[in-house]
């Protein structure tokens, strides 16, 4: 399934990434929904953020003119100015210019009228929108989960913690997806031009990834409006299926997560080496060629990177415990990956530590005793 954010119906009034002519045509032979709180967020949003927008490029100009013009007046100490001829009148230029592309940009909004443009594209929308899944009683229960959450940078939404209105917006929109992947057993695509860290760094993508496959057991994936377009008009110019465009980017995604868990564990493993520093028999233990065995053997077992990186988490519990039972874990459930925490490690670290030092004292006590009889 294919939803949209706000901010790209928002843009089809601005004509970007396209005019909604375009938009049309492209999403006309697409299954694709708009869930309740988007739409209800586009209905209000849209005559503030263009009018809001407007003021900005206005802002912009002032702000680049007084800026060029600053320019073109800094002197040296002895009076005469810093640029020749040639370079005065290149800051002039450069000055239209900015004019010129700040007056196109306002052209854009004032000439897409947009009762007429709002009007056309909620009757496009229309069979696409979905009803409203929580009670009032829900709402609630998610405002309250979202102090928590916002409190703990846990996303999506906690970037609008400050706002005064529409706080949870984000937050609703993220629990609307989770319930109609749910309830229809499908992966989301989800179309959206935040660039906020709460929506797009690689922390929140991993973690908004993680929490939409507990909730649904199903995948979501997050494009901006260019790429998804780009992705779009190619499959109709090339006839291709956008399934399979799709599948190539659920590939790259997930070799990405591989990736990314890789340098995890990698960071991991420097850890317990480094905490096992105090310890020569632990970190000889860490660092065996036993260990290095079971990595291999198990790395052999499946040539995809996730469990490439499993196999390595297992073998760390495996050799520090010594029993094989976690080896057969990581053939079975990637789930393994969670169940490996550093803090789960230091504990065992820990543990190690305290069988070596009891080891240690029971061995003197008994050479004592044995030189006391």
């Excluded at 407007?54 to 002197?75: E, Q």
């Excluded at 009757?123 to 009683?137: A, G, W, Y």
């Excluded at 949870?168 to 992947?181: P, S």
């Excluded at 004292?361 to 004592?368: H, T, V």
């Amino acid at each position: 399934m294919v939803f949209f954010d706000t901010n790209v119906l928002i843009d089809l009034h601005r004509k970007r990434p396209l005019s909604l002519a375009k938009f049309k045509i492209i999403m006309n032979k697409t299954d694709f929904c708009i869930v309740n709180q988007t739409f209800e967020e586009y209905k209000t949003q849209v005559a503030i953020i263009v009018k809001g927008y407007k003021k900005h490029l206005n802002d912009l100009s002032i702000r680049t003119d007084n800026a060029i013009n600053c320019l073109i007046n800094t002197v040296f100490y002895d009076g005469t100015k810093i640029f020749d001829d040639d370079g005065l009148r290149k800051l002039e230029e450069l000055k239209d210019y900015v004019k010129t592309v700040i007056k196109n940009e306002k052209g854009k909004i004032y000439d897409s009228d947009n009762e007429k443009t709002f009007e056309e594209l909620k009757e496009f929308i229309s069979d696409k929108l979905l009803p409203n899944p929580f009670s009032v009683k829900e709402i609630i229960q998610i405002f309250k989960e979202g102090e928590i959450r916002y409190s703990n940078k846990i996303p999506p939404g906690y970037m609008d913690q400050d706002k005064e209105n529409n706080k949870y917006g984000d937050l609703i929109i993220w629990k609307e997806l989770i319930y109609w992947a749910k309830k229809n057993s499908e992966d989301v695509l989800f179309v959206t031009n935040d660039n906020k860290p709460d929506w797009k760094s690689d922390f929140s993508q991993q973690k908004l990834k993680q929490e939409f496959f507990e909730e649904t057991g199903q995948k979501i994936h997050i494009l901006n409006s260019p790429d998804f377009f780009t992705l779009k008009t190619e499959e109709i110019s090339n006839s291709k299926s956008f399934e399979k465009v799709l599948s190539k980017l659920k590939d790259q995604s997930e070799l990405f997560e591989a990736q990314t868990k890789e340098m995890e564990l990698s960071a991991m493993y420097s850890n317990m080496l480094n905490d096992a520093a105090i310890s020569p028999e632990l970190s000889g233990l860490l660092g065996n060629q036993a260990f290095q065995k079971e990595v291999a053997m198990l790395s052999k077992l499946y040539d995809q990177p996730v469990y490439q990186a499993m196999a390595k988490e297992a073998a760390m519990l495996s050799t520090l415990y010594n029993q094989p039972v976690y080896q057969a874990m990581a053939k079975q459930s990637a789930m393994l990956s969670e169940f490996v925490r550093k803090q789960e490690l230091s504990t065992i670290i820990k543990q190690e530590e305290d069988k070596t030092k009891e080891t240690r004292f029971k061995s003197l006590e008994d050479k004592e005793k044995d030189e006391t009889e």
